[in-house]
């Protein structure tokens, strides 16, 4: 018999569990002009076939028309929890999983035009967004899903069905003034999709990754003005991606912007409004170069890399005359209030001195322009080496008790025990709760090192993702990216990506209740739900968060009937 159910979009739902596993969700909120979304559980449990069987979803009601379907695929994920040897997982009881197995999490269009396919005994859960284009009237809608049998003889029976109701609020949510972002990788979509680099073609690549990006509330791009020093091997190369011509004529520098010209306006177009330059020394100490490419004289070749000492003449000498050169540019672009620059990635307290070193050589050339970086030392702070610091989430505490007039935060790899993150292990609930995290201490900027990581650990080779979660078997599966490359340049969503956009929301809505409650009060009010806020905790589960958001939904109806 075919069982159907709605339920969150915080449920992971896995193979050999059924629709009885979970609980059932009859309503959903929707602001004008918005979306929101659920899964349909598709499960049947009759004995009498061992094949597939593709059904014929059927959408009736008034919200059809603004209805999209997606299969949520399972990815092999090896490395589901890092590897300790204390086994430390095993004190964080709130993992949905931590033994390696096939892991819900890509979304994918329908197959067999728009058919849901089902195999014996096995769950499958569709994605179902509703989204209202603002001809949606304020009040209650209805969608009903019927499911019929093409192969049957009679095609019109009905197997199953399921109504959904959306109550559409009658508001709209503010602009995000959240920045957000997901360090982007040209390189990666270059070397999966085996484009040449900053062809028309990669450029199309990147504009689709960068729409679905922004889309999912991404507002801040990782460029690269240089190639970008990242998860890359002492001695070793990424793929060139350099925005930045440079040439060398009797010594002399020269440079051409054009090609960042176009990735800006490209971005732009897209709805990026924030530039993050790329790191200008080497992650994890800040002690030599990234690899920089220049025509000398006419040879086109690496300039600097591994072997230049960060803090020598002749980087430095480049370094001033290539950010002279490229912050008079920006500024005449408009881009002096929107554009940040990184010294480097992740230095930790032993990098303290060589960090100033570099940071002394840089400032005098990016002054009026913003300096943040991924760090987790408060000294940097505190001796004004990094103005707009981006502690990682375990060690806020530290940072929280500072005046710093742009609050940042990050996690990563880690800190995933007792603590929130984007594993594919954890309950959603855990990724989508960092939202009301920074609003509750007024957090500014959210960052992570992956919406497109495809290469291993240290990008020697190119790792396909749809065959592995762990980037080569190193992190914690779905750690690395957020979107997957689908067909002809095209990216495909996570479940993990919508988890994180529903945590950008909640902000959202919770600035929205601001012209109603103060935000002593909100806060009040979701800790009396979900405990104390902080970044040492965490939300775990979907009744709790569903609750919180609940509870935040009707203080806006209540004010705007």
Same mark, same amino acid.
């Given at each position: 018999?075919?069982?159907?159910?709605? /339920?969150?979009?915080?449920?992971?739902?896995?193979?050999?569990?059924?629709?009885?596993?979970?609980?059932?969700?009859?309503?959903?909120?929707? *602001?004008?002009?918005?979306?929101?979304?659920?899964?349909?559980?598709?499960?049947?449990?009759?004995?009498?076939?061992?094949?597939?069987?593709?059904?014929?979803?059927?959408?009736?009601?008034?919200?059809? !028309?603004? /209805?999209?379907?997606?299969?949520?695929?399972?990815?092999?994920?090896?490395?589901?929890?890092?590897?300790?040897?204390?086994?430390?997982?095993?004190?964080?009881?709130?993992?949905?999983?931590?033994?390696?197995?096939?892991?819900?999490?890509?979304?994918?269009?329908?197959? $067999?035009?728009?058919?849901?396919?089902?195999?014996?005994?096995?769950?499958?859960?569709?994605?179902?967004? #509703?989204?209202?284009?603002?001809?949606?009237?304020?009040?209650? +809608?209805?969608?009903?899903?019927?499911?019929?049998?093409?192969?049957?003889? =009679?095609?019109?029976? #009905?197997?199953?069905?399921?109504?959904?109701?959306?109550? /559409?609020?009658?508001?709209?949510?503010?602009?995000?003034?959240?920045?957000?972002?997901?360090?982007?990788?040209?390189?990666?979509?270059?070397?999966?999709?085996?484009?040449?680099?900053?062809?028309?073609?990669?450029?199309?690549?990147?504009?689709?990754?960068?729409?679905?990006?922004?889309?999912?509330?991404?507002?801040?791009?990782? &460029?690269?003005?240089?190639?970008?020093?990242?998860?890359?091997? @002492?001695?070793?190369?990424?793929? &060139?991606?350099?925005?930045?011509? /440079?040439? @060398? &004529?009797?010594?002399? *520098?020269?440079?051409?912007?054009?090609?960042?010209?176009?990735?800006?306006?490209?971005?732009?177009?897209?709805?990026?409004?924030?530039?993050?330059?790329? $790191?200008?020394?080497?992650?994890?100490?800040?002690?030599?170069?990234?690899?920089?490419?220049?025509?000398?004289?006419?040879?086109?070749?690496?300039?600097?890399?591994?072997?230049?000492?960060?803090?020598?003449?002749?980087?430095?000498?480049?370094?001033?005359?290539?950010?002279?050169?490229?912050?008079? $540019?920006?500024?005449?672009?408009?881009?002096?209030?929107?554009?940040?620059? +990184?010294?480097? =990635?992740?230095? %930790?307290?032993?990098?303290?001195?060589?960090?100033?070193?570099?940071?002394?050589?840089?400032?005098?050339?990016?002054?009026?322009?913003?300096?943040?970086?991924?760090?987790? +030392?408060?000294?940097? *702070?505190?001796?004004?080496?990094?103005?707009?610091?981006?502690?990682?989430?375990?060690?806020?505490?530290?940072?929280?008790?500072? =005046?710093? =007039?742009?609050?940042?935060?990050?996690?990563?790899?880690?800190?995933?025990?007792?603590?929130?993150?984007?594993?594919? %292990?954890?309950?959603?609930?855990?990724?989508?709760?960092?939202?009301?995290?920074?609003?509750?201490?007024?957090?500014?900027?959210?960052?992570?090192?992956?919406?497109?990581? *495809?290469?291993?650990?240290? %990008?020697?080779?190119?790792?396909?993702?749809?065959?592995?979660?762990?980037?080569?078997?190193?992190?914690?599966?779905?750690? &690395?990216?957020? #979107?997957? !490359?689908?067909?002809?340049?095209?990216?495909?969503?996570?479940?993990?990506?919508?988890?994180?956009?529903?945590?950008?929301?909640?902000?959202?809505?919770?600035?929205?209740?601001?012209?109603?409650?103060?935000?002593?009060?909100?806060?009040?009010?979701?800790?009396?739900?979900?405990?104390?806020?902080?970044?040492?905790?965490?939300?775990?589960?979907?009744?709790?968060?569903?609750?919180?958001?609940?509870?935040?939904?009707?203080?806006?109806?209540? $004010?705007?009937?």
């Amino acid at each position: 018999m075919l069982e159907l159910k709605f /339920v969150s979009t915080l449920e992971k739902c896995f193979l050999d569990q059924t629709p009885a596993d979970f609980a059932s969700v009859e309503r959903l909120r929707l *602001y004008k002009k918005g979306t929101v979304a659920c899964q349909l559980l598709v499960y049947d449990g009759d004995e009498s076939y061992q094949i597939q069987k593709w059904l014929q979803p059927t959408l009736e009601g008034d919200l059809a !028309p603004y /209805v999209r379907l997606r299969n949520v695929e399972l990815i092999p994920n090896y490395l589901p929890v890092p590897v300790t040897a204390d086994r430390a997982w095993a004190a964080d009881p709130k993992l949905v999983r931590v033994t390696p197995g096939l892991y819900p999490d890509l979304l994918t269009p329908l197959l $067999h035009k728009g058919k849901v396919g089902l195999t014996f005994q096995s769950l499958r859960a569709v994605w179902v967004d #509703v989204v209202d284009d603002g001809s949606l009237s304020a009040g209650l +809608h209805t969608l009903t899903v019927k499911f019929t049998d093409p192969e049957a003889e =009679d095609k019109e029976a #009905v197997l199953a069905q399921a109504v959904l109701t959306v109550e /559409v609020i009658n508001a709209e949510l503010p602009a995000a003034d959240t920045i957000v972002t997901q360090w982007f990788y040209a390189d990666c979509l270059a070397d999966y999709y085996e484009v040449e680099v900053f062809s028309d073609r990669h450029f199309e690549i990147c504009r689709n990754f960068i729409k679905t990006a922004v889309a999912n509330g991404m507002n801040m791009i990782l &460029t690269p003005i240089l190639t970008p020093p990242l998860d890359t091997a @002492v001695g070793g190369e990424r793929t &060139t991606t350099q925005l930045v011509g /440079v040439t @060398v &004529t009797d010594g002399k *520098y020269r440079f051409d912007f054009s090609l960042l010209d176009r990735w800006m306006a490209m971005c732009e177009a897209c709805g990026i409004r924030y530039f993050e330059m790329a $790191h200008l020394f080497t992650q994890w100490g800040a002690y030599h170069a990234p690899k920089v490419m220049a025509t000398v004289d006419g040879e086109y070749r690496r300039i600097f890399g591994w072997e230049t000492d960060a803090a020598g003449e002749e980087y430095v000498t480049f370094l001033r005359e290539m950010l002279t050169a490229l912050t008079a $540019h920006l500024r005449a672009g408009g881009y002096a209030d929107r554009v940040y620059f +990184h010294i480097s =990635d992740e230095p %930790s307290e032993a990098h303290l001195e060589q960090y100033k070193i570099n940071a002394a050589n840089v400032r005098p050339y990016i002054e009026g322009f913003k300096q943040l970086d991924a760090l987790s +030392h408060v000294e940097y *702070y505190q001796q004004g080496l990094c103005p707009v610091p981006v502690p990682i989430t375990d060690q806020m505490k530290n940072f929280l008790k500072e =005046d710093i =007039d742009e609050r940042w935060v990050y996690y990563c790899c880690g800190p995933w025990l007792g603590t929130c993150n984007r594993y594919m %292990s954890m309950p959603s609930a855990r990724t989508r709760c960092i939202g009301v995290q920074m609003y509750k201490y007024g957090v500014k900027g959210f960052l992570h090192w992956g919406y497109n990581f *495809y290469n291993d650990q240290f %990008s020697d080779d190119v790792v396909n993702p749809f065959l592995s979660a762990n980037g080569g078997n190193w992190v914690g599966g779905g750690d &690395t990216c957020l #979107v997957y !490359p689908g067909r002809k340049g095209q990216p495909l969503e996570s479940l993990r990506l919508k988890n994180l956009q529903e945590g950008l929301e909640d902000i959202r809505v919770l600035k929205l209740c601001e012209q109603f409650v103060p935000k002593e009060e909100l806060v009040a009010r979701m800790e009396a739900i979900c405990g104390e806020l902080n970044f040492d905790m965490f939300i775990s589960d979907t009744a709790t968060m569903t609750a919180l958001r609940d509870m935040l939904d009707d203080i806006v109806i209540e $004010h705007t009937k």
